[in-house]
């Protein structure tokens, strides 16, 4: 008979964990025994999604509301984190925002908004964690980007800018901490049934389309990451529906 798995014990940030692929994220961790810190800006859907972890968390759940495009708010939110649960060892960039127009239409308001989260918010978590994990020997660094960093799309300048700029940061990112112990990957899903919402990105309206990836798929991915071997490093990962639309 196979024993139980021993619990992790490590310590994760999850920004965007109250729905959607960061809450499926979170609730993986949770089931391997790690300490989780899930952000997003609305306080209410932050409880509400601690409530749904409950039973996978026990007191191993941590919110924190914060805006990912704010410094203070990341640097507060890493603190409160390392105050907590005593240190870092995994940062799961995952809060992002969409919003689709055509470039001539697109309000400078709408493109500050989406590349200051999808981009600069990585960049400022990304900075303030690293100190931490350094402490710790090492880590990891997990970026949730998109086929849409690659596969460009009309109405998506702003979107599909932020994440192809953010897989060349992850490239980057990942030969700088190497030596660290610090592993860095980032995870490039096409379509995914969750209420992003977006053309060419996610289906939208909240319906599920059986065909797409399930946010738990992209939450298997990250725990396989953590997982691997010290010597190994997958460092990007595409993934896209096995048979999508026709």
């Known amino acids: 008979m196979n024993a139980a798995p021993q619990p992790d014990g490590r310590v994760a940030i999850v920004t965007g964990g109250s729905r959607g692929i960061g809450f499926a994220i979170a609730k993986a961790l949770l089931a391997r025994g790690m300490r989780v810190t899930i952000t997003g ?13 409950d039973d996978a968390a026990g ?12 410094l203070e708010h990341v ?24 919003g689709f127009s055509p470039i001539a239409d697109m309000t400078p308001q709408m493109w500050n908004a989406i590349i200051g989260t999808n981009l600069t918010g990585v960049y400022y978590c990304c900075h303030t964690a690293i100190p931490h994990l350094r402490k710790r020997g090492g880590g990891w660094i997990i970026n949730i980007s998109s086929l849409a960093g690659k596969n460009a799309f009309t109405g998506g300048g702003a979107y599909c800018a932020s994440k192809s700029a953010l897989n060349a940061f992850s490239e980057v990112l990942m030969q700088e901490v190497r030596y660290d112990g610090i592993r860095v990957s980032y995870i490039m899903p096409g379509s995914v049934d969750t209420d992003f919402g977006g053309p060419g990105v996610r289906g939208g309206n909240g319906s599920t389309s059986s065909w797409k990836i399930a946010a738990d798929d992209v939450a298997q991915v990250v725990v396989d990451l953590l997982e691997t071997p010290a010597r190994t490093l997958p460092s990007r990962i595409e993934m896209r529906p096995s048979q999508p639309k026709k």
């Not at 640097?75 to 969409?98: C, E, K, P």
């Open 41 to 53: 800006r609305d306080a209410e859907s932050l409880a509400n999604a601690a409530n749904a972890l």
């Open 59 to 70: 007191d191993r759940i941590l919110t924190f509301a914060a805006d990912v495009a704010e």
């Open 75 to 98: 640097r507060q939110l890493v603190q409160r984190t390392v105050d907590r649960w005593g240190g870092l060892d995994v940062l799961v960039n995952n809060a992002g925002i969409g």
